[in-house]
Structures are given as structure tokens and as C-alpha cells.
């Protein structure tokens, strides 16, 4: 039996490692249209406070649940004694695949596609859909009938398309001669004769919440060495766009995050130990924010 602790540190890791996920969304603000991080117009306010980038904040950790369910179900299914398979496939085109759960008991080999919730519009459940069939064709190749599919959504509330996926799985069970499943919640796990791992798997999921501070620290200096460590590696692209646009820094949107620039100078001297064109550029527009603003 998997043990809270384990469950805790895979949680953890997913709901707060989320500084580089903040930094790109802020990169990406258009002051031409109505600020992400309020409803109030540009015209309406000039500095983004601290709640407004909460609620960006704790938008972002909802995003990263998915993640986090997707590697606990990969323990839980090792825990019921299946050997976990390699997730990334390819398929006679070269493309390589990622499936979300792979693995077999030595007879019957499983594919797992999951989402949190089953609430697509029409473009995205037929892109769902399509991405099963191209698992489902290569893993077929492999196994045949020993090949069992499932689609799996974690909310059983919420059942938007289950008229639409019931039917195409039926068409593609028929078409491939493979058993497909839909299953929401804990019909997974009762097909796996082991239904109390939902119930454990709500008390996990509520001692974690109950368990979580109300509001996430978002001074990125409150800890520089930690910040540094979660984001020196951003794409180029996104520190070029925040070091350029100066109504980042003009507000008090960069000094909220950054409040003594004590990552911010890591960063620094991270960038000059690389000899690159784009480390150099970034080095020196770095070097006059810093400057300027602290």
C-alpha cells in the first residue's frame, strides 16, 4: 500500500514547482487588451497587486493537478503489482507518442489516456479521440487482443461527452478487435478489483489540501538559491520578452516577484558564465533593470 508521504512529495512537487510557469504567462501579458490578472481595464488601473497575481498563481497549480495525477496513478498501478511500461511509442511515421499509462500483469498488456475532466468543447474532444486511435493503432501492431484501452476521466461529474466517446470507442473496438473501456472516477478502479483505492485516494487528496498553507509565497527572493534553482533554465525567448518590456518594470509587477532582486542578480551572474550571443544580450539588459529598479 502506498504510504501519504509518498503521495504528499509527488503533490508537492507538482503544485509548487510553478515560478518558470508564472514567469512565461507574465512574459506573454498584452497591454494593448484587458489585464490577465484583473477585469479592470488598462485604463482602469495602472499596477497589478499582489491578489491578481495569486489568482494567476493558483490558477497555474489547478493546470499542473493533471500532471500530478497522472504520476500517482502510474504508482498506484505498480502498487497493485502491474509493471509499469515505457510511455513514449512511435508510430510508423516517426512521430513519437507519449501515452499517459502503459503497462501489463506478463498476459494483458493496458494503455491508459487520462484527463482530469470530461468537459471538451467539440474541436478538443474530437483531438481526444483522434489521439487514442493513434496509441491505440501502434499499440495494436504490438499486442493485438492482448491489448486492452481505456479512457479514463478523474471528476466523474462531470460527463460532457460520454454519449460521443461511448460511440467511438464501440466503433473502434469493433474496427480494431480490441476491448475498449470509458470510465470515470472510480470505475477504474473497480475494474481493477480495487475500489478502495479511490476512497484512499479522495483521504489523500483532502489531508494534502487540508494540509496546504491558504495562499502560496510568490516573492521569489523570500528563497532566492530555491528560485534560482526553479528557473535559471526558462527558455531565452521568455527572459528576452520580460527584460524588454518596460511596463513590467514601470508597474510594480517585476518588484512584487523579485522584491530585493536577489534572484535576480543569480540570475545575473548566471547569464555572464555563458559566452552565447543571447546569454551576453540578456546579461546586459538584466544588468540595467537591475540598475535602474533596485
Not at 497589478?48 to 498506484?76: V, W
Not at 528563497?223 to 520580460?242: A, D, G
Not at 546569454?279 to 533596485?294: F, P, T
Request: glycine fraction near 4%; aromatic fraction near 14%; charged fraction near 35%.
Amino acid at each position: 500500500m502506498i504510504e501519504y508521504n509518498k503521495i504528499k512529495e509527488i503533490l508537492n512537487r507538482h503544485h509548487w514547482n510553478i515560478k518558470s510557469d508564472l514567469l512565461r504567462k507574465i512574459s506573454e501579458i498584452d497591454f494593448k487588451v484587458p489585464y490577465r490578472f484583473s477585469t479592470l481595464s488598462q485604463k482602469e488601473v495602472k499596477l497589478y497587486n499582489k491578489n491578481q497575481i495569486l489568482q494567476h498563481l493558483l490558477q497555474s497549480h489547478e493546470i499542473r493537478f493533471g500532471d500530478a495525477m497522472e504520476e500517482l496513478i502510474t504508482e498506484i498501478i505498480e502498487d497493485l503489482g502491474y509493471r509499469n511500461l515505457p510511455k513514449n511509442i512511435r508510430n510508423s511515421e516517426g512521430e513519437t507518442l507519449s501515452i499517459d499509462q502503459y503497462f501489463t500483469n506478463e498476459n494483458t498488456y493496458y494503455f491508459i489516456e487520462q484527463k482530469v475532466r470530461d468537459d471538451h468543447d467539440s474541436t478538443k474532444k474530437r483531438g481526444q479521440i483522434n489521439n487514442f486511435e493513434k496509441k491505440l493503432e501502434v499499440l495494436n501492431n504490438s499486442h493485438g487482443g492482448n491489448l486492452i484501452g481505456i479512457m479514463y476521466f478523474i471528476d466523474p461529474d462531470l460527463r460532457k461527452n460520454q454519449n460521443f466517446y461511448v460511440e467511438k470507442l464501440r466503433e473502434f473496438s469493433d474496427f480494431y478487435g480490441v476491448e475498449l473501456h470509458l470510465f470515470y472516477g472510480r470505475e477504474l478502479f473497480e475494474y481493477f478489483d480495487s475500489p478502495q483505492v479511490w476512497d484512499d485516494l479522495i483521504q489523500w487528496l483532502k489531508r494534502w489540501k487540508d494540509e496546504l498553507p491558504e495562499l502560496p509565497e510568490i516573492n521569489f527572493d523570500e528563497n532566492p538559491e530555491e528560485s534560482f534553482e526553479e528557473i535559471k533554465e526558462l527558455e531565452i525567448r521568455y527572459w528576452r520578452k520580460i527584460l524588454q518590456n518596460e511596463k513590467l518594470w514601470d508597474g510594480n509587477i517585476m518588484e512584487i516577484l523579485f522584491k530585493e532582486g536577489t534572484t535576480l542578480t543569480l540570475m545575473l551572474d548566471y547569464f555572464r558564465q555563458k559566452e552565447d550571443k543571447p546569454h551576453v544580450n540578456l546579461a546586459r539588459l538584466l544588468e540595467d533593470k537591475l540598475k535602474e529598479y533596485y
